[in-house]
């Protein structure tokens, strides 16, 4: 019988139910952040276990802002002291990094410089001056599946989400 270790895996080849975090940062990250958050979660995910059984887990990193961290347990439920020990990581790397990645106060749209930072109490202002639109694509951060976060790439239109109501 084949061990199962804990061990990174290539995002693509996550499970379809893995469960997923998206953690947008509030500045993209310059190469040599991104190069520090990159070892730090790798090192995390091949020691990752949920109640002593090994986790197959991966993330990737989107226009070095936006980080999806993935998990599967083989079948099983990742349990509430493993999804700690993953968010204790990303509270380190919050640390270190001098950013934020665990602020949920705020929604991130698409533009052409990369990502804008919308407050959730700025909204409705936003949306009164044009600023954010029906077809305005934001991270939907309430994407917690792989194979739903697969279908966009974890992007959503407003005017086909919760957002919606804002514009009727």
């Given at each position: 019988m084949a061990?199962?270790?804990?061990?990174?895996?290539?995002?693509?080849?996550?499970?379809?139910?893995?469960?997923?975090?998206?953690?947008?940062?509030?500045?993209r990250l310059t190469k040599s952040e991104a190069d520090i958050l990159n070892e730090r979660l790798l090192?995390?995910?091949k020691i990752w276990v949920s109640h002593n059984d090994p986790v197959a887990g991966s993330y990737e990193?989107?226009?070095?802002?936006?980080?999806?961290?993935?998990?599967?347990?083989?079948?099983?439920?990742?349990?509430?002291?493993?999804?700690?020990?993953?968010?204790?990581?990303?509270?380190?790397?919050?640390?270190?990094?001098?950013?934020?990645?665990?602020?949920?106060?705020?929604?991130?749209?698409?533009?052409?410089n990369g990502y804008k930072s919308v407050a959730l109490h700025?909204?409705?202002?936003?949306?009164?001056?044009?600023i954010i639109h029906e077809d305005s694509v934001f991270?939907?951060?309430?994407?917690?599946?792989?194979?739903r976060f697969m279908i966009n790439k974890g992007y959503q239109k407003a005017g086909t989400s919760f957002l919606k109501r804002y514009f009727n």
């Open positions: 061990t199962f270790v804990p061990m990174y895996v290539p995002f693509e080849s996550l499970h379809e139910h893995s469960k997923i975090w998206i953690y947008p940062a509030n500045r090192a995390f995910i990193l989107i226009n070095n802002q936006i980080l999806i961290i993935g998990a599967n347990l083989n079948g099983g439920q990742i349990s509430g002291c493993s999804i700690d020990s993953s968010v204790k990581v990303i509270k380190e790397l919050e640390h270190i990094l001098n950013l934020e990645f665990t602020n949920r106060s705020n929604l991130y749209f698409l533009d052409h700025q909204l409705d202002q936003s949306i009164r001056e044009g991270v939907d951060m309430s994407i917690n599946r792989f194979d």
